[in-house]
C-alpha cells in the first residue's frame, strides 16, 4: 500500500471513489433512486440562454446550479426554470427540495419561491456567505 501525491484526478478517479463511498452508504441507507436532471433555455437556433442542472438523491432534488444570461433575467425565467425540476422531481414521488446560493446571488428569489435558509457559512467564497436552503412540499 501506499499514498499517491495528490494531483489532478480523473473521471475515473471519482467514479471509482464515488462506487466505494456509495456502496458504503448504501449498506446503511438501501439502494435509492438517483438521477441527473437539467433544463435549459434555448432559442430557435439552439443557442442557451440559460438552464438549471440538479440531482434526484436520497429522496431529495438537489439544485446544483440555476444560470441565466443577463440579457434574459428578470422575465420570469429562474421561476420557470425551477418550478421545471421541481415538477419533475414532485411527480417522481420528491418532495424535498435542497439548494446553496450565495450573498452575491439570489437568496431573496429562493425565499420567493418558498425556500426556507437551514444554515450560513461565513467568508464562503471570501468576503461572502453561502447560505442553504429547502423546501419540502405535499405530494
Known sequence: MQLTIPALPTDEDFEILKHGLNTYKESFTSILPREKISSFIEDSSGTVFGGILGEIKWGWLYIEDLWIDAAIRNNDWGSKLLGTLEEYARLKGVTSYRLETTSFQTL?????????????LLDYPPGHTSYFLKKQVAL
Open 108 to 120: 431573496g428569489f429562493y425565499t420567493k419561491m418558498g425556500y426556507t435558509q437551514f444554515g450560513e
